[in-house]
């Protein structure tokens, strides 16, 4: 288990004794205590059903939790909905711009944390291991809230929940109630790449039915970062990161029906349509380094789904008390674009121009019932995924300065056209075992096979593939008093090997390297464990959570010692053990008069157990969030003041980024406000500004610093909307 170093603990037991502290002074009589609490204008109760899958208050739920609700997201006009997760204890940002922003948890990326979109999983099997699939894919004006599950969730969700899951909550009609129609106009302008986003909402309601119609559309150009120094980097002047920027588009619209038995169904379809969304990168002259010029754009980009569910209302069988039944199609379609130009001596450059075009068919579903006993609440059902993927590539590599110009094309896929399948089934308890203590206990057994089918141009045998595992979890809470609860889990999650994890055979994406299938790689499993403390009172929430991660088998690239085509040969591995350990703290306060404050501290340390002189950490090594804000007592207006400080990571290898071997440390200011609920001529006005790193402090986030991309500078950001 992590230990706690002194100041860990005295910023634990300062967080502890604070609430003790406040609990003592408040001598109000109940009465007095209970219409403050309906004055103020903010809450610390909140509710998850990602946890449990079901509606839980986070301060009963023995695991840890954070919750973005759709205030706060509407308050703090994210670009995407990535981009909120940086203020949360543990959760860390990868990629830049609006478009290709990702999560990591608890140092875990890529593959290894699960993202889904209302309980339904969004990963993509034809994705690179990495970089997981794009929360921007739902728009954050359809987001009612996020919520973010640190630690396995493999028993509930299934493969690829080793770090962590983020659940996208979206905006969804009530169904029963007084027949109305209601609409939205909104606009947002950023300064940061000129960004301009409108959208629009229209729905109407009457008897059993309700339908809405969501849409955005949103132009965001090519961002500056600020001059100035971070590490051994220097930017004398402002300077652009380009393909940055993305023109992009998401339309939804939602049929729901509400029985008056208590049964539901609904229609849900979505599409979303990007446009010139890049990966980003600085002109290479300005860095140190050989000049190497990698740029990567997703020219173009549509993801289409049909969602359908059915629930069952309250049952009275001996079995189940309530089921609930998901399907969903999906067509996830991309071109990338790559152009890479290598300096090769004086006069001579290796240029190598690749477009791969991939698109995925993914159908699955969900099927799920709840049992309420004496004692235990069980849940327990079955989920399946299956995800086809069809690749079609072209490269061109041009060489000049040795000899005559040479150009030698390629049209073979570096993935086959292959099916990724996963079949689960799963079991939960809540148990009861005394009015201050439960525990929830649960397994999973699922089997994932992948098989690839026949490719042209891909004369290569490779096998399918077959693997099954078993997953289990226990998490317990103890109710020591009504305001304090000690909380216990122990876990295991799994991954299994995706489509290009174990087929992918070509060149690397930065042109640099040359990776060969890996067909035989086993899944990764993990083993976690969280002890942790919460706190609520009258005015106060506070958690300390310490956690270890073991993962076994973890999947990573290394060198074969061998080249092909002249570039050094890499390959997909199992490696035997990765451990992440760390402490996460966090504290919401209401201070009276409309004050409030919230803060979160996090570590993490990443080692590879076998080689713990290899550096492995590519997030912070510890970020604080501090936030003092004011609300009236009717809500109607809001400020707040935000920093947030990432410190100094030494846990990079030597060589790899341009920044240095150490990441230095960086703060980053942020200033927000605004008015809500204005009613002006019988409709509803909401507005918001933000001014985004006060200071113009050049820095790059943990992720971003290896393949060199800055943060935007000083920026602000203006939201307006109407309502009726």
Same mark, same amino acid.
């Given at each position: 288990?992590?230990?706690?170093?002194?100041?860990?603990?005295?910023?634990?037991?300062? +967080?502890?004794?604070?609430?003790?502290?406040?609990?003592?002074?408040?001598?109000?009589?109940?009465?007095?205590?209970?219409?403050?609490?309906?004055?103020?204008?903010?809450? /610390?109760?909140?509710?998850?059903?990602?946890?449990?899958?079901?509606?839980?208050?986070?301060?009963?739920?023995?695991?840890?939790?954070? $919750?973005?609700?759709?205030?706060?997201?509407?308050?703090?006009?994210?670009?995407?909905?990535?981009?909120?997760?940086?203020?949360?204890?543990?959760?860390?940002?990868?990629?830049?711009?609006?478009?290709?922003?990702?999560?990591?948890?608890?140092?875990?990326?890529?593959?290894?944390?699960?993202?889904?979109?209302?309980?339904?999983?969004?990963?993509?099997?034809?994705?690179?291991?990495?970089?997981? &699939?794009?929360?921007?894919?739902?728009?954050?004006?359809?987001?009612?809230? !996020?919520? *973010?599950?640190?630690?396995?969730?493999?028993?509930?969700?299934? %493969?690829?929940?080793?770090?962590?899951?983020?659940?996208?909550?979206?905006?969804?009609?009530? *169904?029963?109630?007084?027949?109305?129609?209601?609409?939205?106009?909104?606009?947002?302008?950023?300064?940061?790449?000129?960004?301009?986003?409108?959208?629009?909402?229209?729905?109407?309601?009457?008897?059993?039915?309700?339908?809405?119609?969501?849409?955005?559309?949103?132009?965001?150009?090519?961002?500056?970062?600020?001059?100035?120094?971070?590490?051994?980097?220097?930017?004398?002047?402002?300077?652009?990161? +380009?393909?940055?920027?993305?023109?992009?588009?998401?339309?939804?619209?939602?049929?729901?029906?509400?029985?008056?038995?208590?049964?539901?169904?609904? +229609?849900?379809?979505?599409?979303?349509?990007?446009?010139?969304?890049?990966?980003?990168?600085?002109?290479?002259?300005?860095?140190?380094?050989?000049?190497?010029?990698?740029?990567?754009?997703?020219?173009?980009?549509?993801?289409?789904?049909?969602?359908?569910?059915?629930?069952?209302?309250?049952?009275?069988?001996?079995?189940?008390?309530?089921?609930? $039944?998901?399907?969903?199609?999906?067509?996830?379609?991309?071109?990338?674009?790559?152009?890479?130009?290598?300096?090769?001596?004086?006069?001579? %450059?290796?240029?190598?121009?690749?477009?791969?075009?991939?698109?995925?068919?993914?159908?699955?579903?969900?099927?799920?019932?709840?049992?309420?006993?004496?004692?235990?609440?069980?849940?327990?059902?079955?989920?399946?995924?299956?995800?086809?993927?069809?690749?079609?590539?072209?490269?061109?590599?041009?060489?000049?300065?040795?000899?005559?110009?040479?150009?030698?094309?390629?049209?073979?896929?570096?993935?086959?056209?292959?099916?990724?399948?996963?079949?689960?089934?799963?079991?939960?308890?809540?148990?009861?075992?005394?009015?201050?203590?439960? *525990?929830?206990?649960?397994?999973?057994?699922?089997? *994932?096979?992948?098989?690839?089918?026949?490719?042209?141009?891909?004369?290569?045998?490779?096998?399918?593939?077959?693997?099954?595992?078993?997953?289990?979890?226990?998490?317990?809470?103890?109710?020591?008093?009504?305001?304090?609860?000690?909380?216990?889990?122990?876990?295991?999650?799994?991954?299994?090997?995706?489509?290009?994890?174990?087929?992918?055979?070509?060149?690397?994406?930065?042109?640099?390297?040359?990776?060969?299938?890996?067909?035989?790689?086993?899944? &990764?499993?993990?083993?976690? !464990?969280?002890?942790?403390?919460?706190?609520?009172?009258?005015?106060?929430?506070?958690?300390?959570?310490?956690?270890?991660?073991?993962?076994?088998?973890?999947?990573?690239?290394?060198?074969?010692?061998?080249? $092909?085509?002249?570039?050094?040969?890499?390959?997909?591995?199992?490696?035997?053990?990765?451990?992440?350990?760390?402490?996460?703290?966090?504290?919401?306060?209401?201070?009276?008069?409309? /004050?409030?404050?919230?803060?979160?501290?996090?570590?993490?340390?990443?080692?590879?157990?076998?080689?713990?002189?290899?550096?492995?950490?590519?997030?912070?090594?510890?970020?604080?969030?501090?936030?003092?804000? #004011?609300?009236?007592?009717?809500?109607?207006?809001?400020?707040?003041?935000?920093?947030?400080?990432?410190?100094?990571?030494?846990?990079?290898?030597?060589?790899?980024?341009?920044?240095?071997?150490? +990441?230095?440390?960086?703060?980053?200011?942020?200033?927000?406000?605004?008015?809500?609920? #204005? $009613?002006?001529?019988?409709?509803?006005?909401?507005?918001?500004?933000?001014?985004?790193?006060?200071?113009?402090t050049l820095y790059a986030e943990a992720a971003n610093a290896g393949f060199f991309r800055p943060a935007p500078g000083r920026s602000i950001t203006v939201a307006v909307a109407t309502s009726f």
């Amino acid at each position: 288990m992590t230990r706690f170093t002194l100041r860990q603990a005295l910023t634990a037991a300062a +967080l502890i004794a604070l609430p003790a502290a406040l609990a003592a002074q408040e001598s109000t009589p109940a009465s007095k205590q209970t219409a403050d609490s309906a004055s103020r204008s903010r809450t /610390l109760r909140t509710v998850t059903v990602t946890a449990t899958r079901r509606k839980t208050d986070v301060h009963d739920v023995p695991t840890p939790v954070s $919750v973005v609700d759709s205030a706060t997201l509407r308050d703090r006009m994210p670009n995407s909905p990535a981009d909120i997760l940086l203020d949360l204890p543990g959760v860390d940002l990868i990629g830049t711009g609006p478009n290709q922003a990702r999560p990591s948890i608890r140092g875990q990326r890529g593959q290894r944390i699960l993202l889904l979109e209302d309980g339904m999983r969004m990963n993509n099997a034809r994705r690179q291991q990495d970089f997981g &699939e794009l929360p921007s894919l739902v728009d954050v004006s359809q987001i009612e809230r !996020v919520e *973010v599950v640190r630690g396995p969730a493999s028993v509930l969700y299934g %493969t690829d929940a080793i770090g962590g899951v983020i659940n996208l909550i979206t905006k969804a009609p009530a *169904v029963r109630g007084d027949a109305r129609t209601w609409g939205h106009l909104g606009y947002m302008y950023g300064s940061d790449g000129a960004l301009g986003k409108a959208d629009a909402v229209l729905g109407a309601r009457g008897g059993d039915w309700a339908f809405e119609l969501r849409g955005n559309a949103r132009v965001a150009g090519d961002y500056d970062a600020p001059k100035g120094s971070y590490g051994a980097v220097t930017l004398k002047n402002n300077t652009t990161l +380009l393909n940055s920027g993305v023109h992009d588009n998401n339309v939804v619209a939602y049929l729901g029906w509400r029985g008056a038995a208590g049964m539901g169904a609904f +229609l849900k379809t979505e599409q979303y349509v990007a446009d010139k969304a890049g990966f980003g990168f600085v002109d290479p002259t300005l860095l140190a380094g050989d000049g190497t010029k990698i740029e990567i754009l997703y020219p173009h980009q549509k993801y289409q789904k049909l969602t359908m569910g059915f629930n069952s209302g309250a049952l009275s069988s001996v079995i189940a008390d309530k089921v609930d $039944v998901t399907g969903y199609v999906s067509q996830n379609g991309r071109d990338l674009a790559q152009n890479i130009l290598v300096p090769a001596g004086p006069g001579a %450059t290796i240029g190598i121009n690749t477009w791969n075009r991939t698109d995925l068919g993914t159908i699955g579903g969900r099927a799920e019932a709840t049992k309420v006993t004496n004692h235990v609440i069980f849940t327990y059902g079955a989920d399946f995924f299956r995800d086809r993927s069809t690749n079609n590539d072209s490269s061109l590599t041009t060489i000049v300065g040795f000899g005559p110009t040479m150009k030698i094309p390629s049209f073979r896929p570096s993935v086959p056209n292959a099916t990724l399948t996963s079949t689960g089934a799963f079991v939960q308890g809540d148990v009861r075992l005394h009015e201050r203590f439960n *525990v929830i206990v649960g397994g999973r057994y699922q089997d *994932v096979s992948s098989v690839p089918t026949a490719t042209a141009l891909r004369t290569d045998v490779i096998s399918s593939h077959d693997n099954s595992t078993f997953v289990y979890s226990a998490n317990g809470i103890a109710r020591v008093t009504d305001n304090v609860s000690f909380i216990a889990t122990v876990g295991r999650g799994f991954r299994s090997p995706n489509l290009v994890e174990r087929y992918f055979d070509g060149p690397t994406p930065e042109g640099s390297a040359y990776e060969t299938a890996s067909p035989d790689l086993k899944p &990764e499993t993990s083993l976690n !464990v969280d002890l942790g403390i919460k706190f609520r009172s009258e005015r106060v929430n506070a958690e300390v959570f310490t956690f270890n991660n073991d993962i076994t088998d973890a999947i990573t690239i290394a060198p074969t010692g061998n080249k $092909v085509n002249k570039l050094p040969e890499y390959q997909n591995v199992n490696v035997g053990h990765l451990r992440s350990r760390g402490t996460e703290i966090d504290a919401q306060v209401l201070l009276g008069a409309g /004050l409030y404050t919230n803060g979160n501290w996090s570590t993490i340390k990443s080692t590879n157990v076998l080689d713990p002189k290899s550096p492995i950490g590519d997030t912070f090594s510890d970020k604080l969030n501090l936030a003092l804000g #004011w609300a009236d007592s009717k809500q109607r207006c809001w400020l707040e003041y935000a920093v947030r400080r990432n410190g100094e990571q030494k846990d990079i290898t030597a060589g790899s980024s341009p920044v240095g071997n150490t +990441l230095p440390a960086f703060t980053v200011l942020s200033v927000r406000g605004g008015i809500r609920g #204005w $009613v002006v001529g019988g409709l509803r006005q909401d507005m918001s500004v933000a001014v985004n790193n006060l200071s113009n402090t050049l820095y790059a986030e943990a992720a971003n610093a290896g393949f060199f991309r800055p943060a935007p500078g000083r920026s602000i950001t203006v939201a307006v909307a109407t309502s009726f």
